[in-house]
């Protein structure tokens, strides 16, 4: 995944901190036990937010241990792991897998093609255990790549397929609040889509890639342009979530949706008002 959806810890509490990094830890577990190492370099925090919500929500029973791990070879450090983690760690997999395959196809990325290559026999067993939703990321991610190649300009339409994807990852179960979760994921998911090409704009103009901002960046105030949208679509999210009956780790979790996420954007956004400052400073002394 991208990275995007994370704490804001300077307002965290410190074991409210602990906790969320013990999930993250009990995810790499799931993801080393079920996948290997090859599983563990998926890891990310994208996801992290999922296992807390998916855990706040249906409360099943935590796992809760001290570990000493490559990463953490000195010390030991909690770990938090329930069937949530394991649930987590096989659509993490999945998605990776289908994006490398993606990115191969469009860009002809090596290193992703390798990657897809080594994840492949994990790959098939989740098809077989979740055929519905490996279909559902297949078909969204190539209705992507479609608008991508035709150079879509509507906002939406990319963002809508990110959405639908990560609206069938939330959905744990088939139950009461799986309508909830995909409304929460659908709106997490554009979020995560126009952030991500919010942040790499200028990346794409250089490089020539497709990004759908590059047809609306001349619009009065771009930045606020792109930053009503998103927060739209976080409020979406936002809605979906406090409509659901989740108690623990409530507020870890609001942190992250009221907060967590927009400490991404306006870093993204200090990135690129830096970068046109620059470009403005190098022009005029060109012209000087």
């Given amino acids: 995944m991208y990275g995007y959806i994370v704490v804001d810890q300077p307002e965290l509490k410190f074991?409210?901190?602990?906790?969320?990094?013990?999930?993250?830890c009990g995810l790499c577990d799931s993801l080393a036990e079920a996948h290997g190492l090859k599983g563990q370099i998926?890891?990310?925090?994208?996801?992290?937010?999922?296992?807390?919500?998916?855990?706040g929500l249906y409360e099943p029973e935590t796992i809760y241990s001290e570990e000493r791990c490559v990463t953490h070879p000195l010390?030991?450090?909690?770990?938090?792991?329930?069937?949530?983690?394991?649930?987590?760690?096989d659509m993490n997999v999945l998605l990776t897998y289908y994006k490398c395959m993606d990115d191969w196809y469009d860009e002809k990325k090596v290193l992703k093609i390798t990657y897809a290559g080594v994840l492949k026999?994990?790959?098939?067993?989740?098809?077989?255990?979740?055929?519905?939703?490996?279909?559902?990321?297949?078909?969204?991610?190539?209705?992507?790549?479609?608008?991508?190649?035709?150079?879509?300009?509507?906002?939406?339409?990319?963002?809508?397929?990110?959405?639908?994807?990560?609206?069938?990852?939330?959905?744990?179960?088939?139950?009461?609040?799986?309508?909830e979760l995909r409304v929460l994921g659908n709106n997490l998911g554009r979020f995560i889509y126009l952030l991500d090409a919010y942040d790499d704009l200028e990346k794409d103009e250089k490089k020539n890639n497709y990004?759908?901002?590059?047809?609306?960046?001349?619009?009065?105030?771009f930045d606020t342009f792109a930053e009503n949208i998103l927060k739209?679509?976080?409020a979406g999210c936002a809605r979906a979530f406090e409509r659901l009956p989740i108690l623990a780790n409530a507020e870890l979790l609001r942190n992250i949706i009221y907060s967590g996420v927009w400490t991404k954007?306006?870093?993204?956004?200090?990135?690129?008002?830096?970068t046109a400052g620059k470009q403005l400073e190098e022009h005029n002394d060109r012209s000087i």
């Fill in 75 to 89: 010390r030991k450090h909690p770990v938090r792991r329930n069937v949530v983690s394991d649930y987590v760690a």
């Fill in 232 to 234: 739209a679509y976080m």
């Fill in 42 to 55: 998926s890891l990310s925090y994208d996801m992290t937010f999922l296992v807390i919500l998916l855990t």
């Fill in 15 to 24: 074991r409210e901190f602990d906790k969320y990094c013990s999930y993250y």
């Fill in 265 to 274: 954007f306006y870093a993204a956004r200090r990135k690129r008002i830096d």
């Fill in 121 to 179: 026999k994990d790959i098939k067993k989740l098809e077989k255990k979740y055929p519905h939703k490996a279909e559902i990321i297949r078909k969204s991610l190539s209705k992507l790549s479609e608008y991508e190649k035709a150079q879509e300009t509507n906002i939406d339409k990319p963002a809508e397929q990110f959405g639908i994807l990560l609206g069938e990852v939330a959905a744990m179960k088939d139950d009461e609040w799986s309508y």
């Fill in 211 to 221: 990004n759908v901002f590059k047809y609306h960046k001349d619009v009065d105030d």
